[in-house]
């Protein structure tokens, strides 16, 4: 017994035509896009004229992270994020193997609130890796950030 033909009618067009005309989707119930192959590539066609080329933020910011002035520019962020993301993940692994107490079980030392999380009060240095005093969110954002 031959298998029955599979039909959809195309959104956009509004023909009727095979599976096999049809991208595959996992979004839609029958498994196939909504539009046909033909629609979709003109549709497409249409899209990357008119809307990818309106969005200029998005097309400059994307040119400039990949210009050798974007890419010089995110190695040196990396590099000075670098060593405090390693003392933060220093600090977080004492607290999960319950080397220290969590921040959030003691008090803040510039107010009485409870803590939230660990201040690196002496720097970043190795040196200074466990060096860390509990703050409150408000507290260490003041110390960051500071209002000049």
């Known amino acids: 017994m031959p298998k029955p033909i599979k039909t959809k009618r195309c959104n956009r067009c509004k023909k009727i035509k ?7 989707s996992v979004d839609v119930k029958d498994g196939m896009q909504r539009m046909c192959k033909i629609c979709n590539k003109e549709y497409q066609k249409v899209y ?17 992270r990949h210009s050798p002035q ?21 600090v977080r692994y004492k607290v999960k193997i319950g ?21 690196h009060h002496n720097g970043y240095d190795k040196k200074h890796c466990y060096d860390v005093v509990p703050v409150c969110i408000v507290c260490h954002n003041k110390v960051h950030n500071p209002i000049t």
């Open 18 to 24: 095979d599976f096999s005309e049809f991208h595959k």
């Open 48 to 64: 990357k004229r008119t809307y990818r080329k309106t969005d200029k933020y998005k097309t400059s910011a994307y040119e400039y």
């Open 70 to 90: 974007g890419l010089l520019a995110s190695r040196e962020v990396y590099k000075r994020n670098r060593i405090k993301k390693l003392s933060s993940a220093c």
């Open 99 to 119: 080397k220290m107490i969590h921040p959030k079980l003691l008090k803040c030392i510039s107010c009485i609130n409870q803590a939230q999380e660990y201040h």
